[in-house]
Structure formats: structure tokens, C-alpha cells
């Protein structure tokens, strides 16, 4: 199985910032990784396939990049709807496993 | 624009079988994969497995064949049951639509519903 790890586990920032979440896998995986956003409470969000495409509706400030096994999901200028826990995924292999998570707060 | 929500009881005593059912609307589930993700409390996410019309499943090693899908077309829902349950299976449950697209991916989610498990 892919193993993955996530940093930081959590992470400060202001509204403007620009931040950097970390994802590395155990074994290369090419580019199969996705990354969501999660609100408790919520439904998680789609942002990310194939490492930096963006879906469809996610806004440009958010990007992706990587290739093999270190990957990073980049957020530029943070609005106040950003504040929420990070998830990477490899959808290289089943099961189709996540990272820990990072909690972006204020 | 597609929605997914789950419905199942409200709590599942050890040992029992946990269901939990997945209504969709804005797309048929004689379409694509479809597929359940669990968040037990303070933890990450989890995969549990994927299900297509045609029976083809797919579920996650570390459940021990306790995992089985179902769909019903007619109804356009899916279904999970889990079997043997612990007080591990305490999570947050998930269904979400699951593409192929460069790997995978999980574009539309429901909003999960919490299912604890105790005497």
C-alpha cells in the first residue's frame, strides 16, 4: 500500500498569505495525486487532480505541484473562506489512501 | 448539479452489521463508480471501497472482507454494509461519486453522517 505524509499537521497564517502544504508519498507514483478541502460539517471539496490540474470552479490561487513522491499544494493570497483541514490523496493505486491532514487557521 | 446525501441509524451496537445508504440526484448511478470514505473522530480519512453497475467492487485490505456495496438503479442509491463492527468503525461516513481521471478522483461528496458504535 501507499503510505502518505502530510506537513505540517497544522498551520497559522493571515488573510493574504501565501502558504505551502507538503505531501510525500512511499513509492513514486507519477503525478496520481489529489488534493480536497474540508469544512467540519461539510461535504470535503475537490481541488486538485493529476497534481496541478485544477477543477472545474476552484479558484486560481490555489495550485498544485509535484511529481513522483514530494508533491505541494500552494495557496496564494488566503481569503477567509480558506480556513479549513487540507487532504492529499493518491489515486495512483487502491486503496486509494489520504494523507493526515493539515489544519490551516488563522 | 450532482448530490449525494447518506442516511443509515443513528448508532450500531458491537458486533451488529452497519448500512448506510447513498441517495443520488444529478446523475444516475448506472453511471460511473461510486464509492465510500469514513472519518473516525480526531483521525484522517479513509478509504473503504468503490462500487460500478456492472458489480464491480473494490474495497480497502485493512477491513478484512467485512466491506459489502450494493446498488439499486431503480431507486438510484448505493449502499454499504459493514460487518462485525467494533468501537473502531466509529467514524464519520462518507459517499462521494469516484472518477476515472489521471488516477482517480472524488469530485461530488455527501456531507457524511456520523455513526458511533456501542452497547
Known amino acids: 500500500d501507499v503510505q502518505m505524509t502530510q506537513s505540517p499537521s497544522s498551520l497559522s497564517a493571515s488573510v493574504g498569505d501565501r502558504v505551502t502544504i507538503s505531501c510525500r508519498t512511499s513509492?513514486?507514483?507519477?503525478?496520481?495525486l489529489n488534493w480536497y478541502q474540508h469544512k467540519p460539517g461539510k461535504a470535503p471539496k475537490f481541488l486538485i487532480y493529476?497534481?496541478?490540474s485544477l477543477q472545474s470552479g476552484v479558484p486560481s490561487r490555489f495550485s498544485g505541484s509535484g511529481f513522483g513522491t514530494d508533491f505541494t499544494l500552494t495557496i496564494s493570497n488566503l481569503q477567509p473562506e480558506d480556513f479549513a483541514i487540507y487532504y492529499c490523496?493518491?489515486?495512483?493505486?487502491?486503496?486509494?489512501?489520504f494523507g493526515q491532514g493539515t489544519k490551516l487557521e488563522i | 448539479q450532482v448530490q449525494l446525501q447518506e442516511s443509515g441509524p443513528g448508532l450500531v451496537k458491537p458486533s451488529e452489521t452497519l448500512s448506510l445508504t447513498c441517495t443520488v440526484s444529478?446523475?444516475?448511478?448506472?453511471?460511473?463508480?461510486w464509492s465510500w470514505i469514513r472519518q473516525p473522530p480526531g483521525k484522517g480519512l479513509e478509504w473503504i471501497g468503490s462500487?460500478?453497475?456492472?458489480?464491480?467492487?473494490n474495497d480497502n485490505p485493512s477491513l478484512k472482507n467485512r466491506v459489502r456495496m450494493s446498488i439499486d438503479a431503480s431507486r438510484n442509491q448505493f449502499s454499504l454494509r459493514l460487518s462485525s463492527v467494533t468501537a473502531a468503525d466509529t467514524a464519520v461516513y462518507y459517499c462521494?461519486?469516484?472518477?476515472?481521471?489521471?488516477?482517480?478522483?472524488?469530485?461530488?461528496w455527501g456531507q457524511g453522517t456520523l455513526v458511533p458504535v456501542s452497547s
Open positions: 462521494a461519486r469516484l472518477l476515472y481521471s489521471s488516477g482517480i478522483l472524488l469530485d461530488h
Open positions: 444529478g446523475d444516475s448511478v448506472s453511471n460511473n463508480y
Open positions: 462500487i460500478h453497475s456492472s458489480g464491480s467492487t
Open positions: 513509492q513514486s507514483i507519477n503525478n496520481y
Open positions: 493529476a497534481a496541478s
Open positions: 490523496q493518491q489515486s495512483y493505486s487502491p486503496p486509494y489512501s
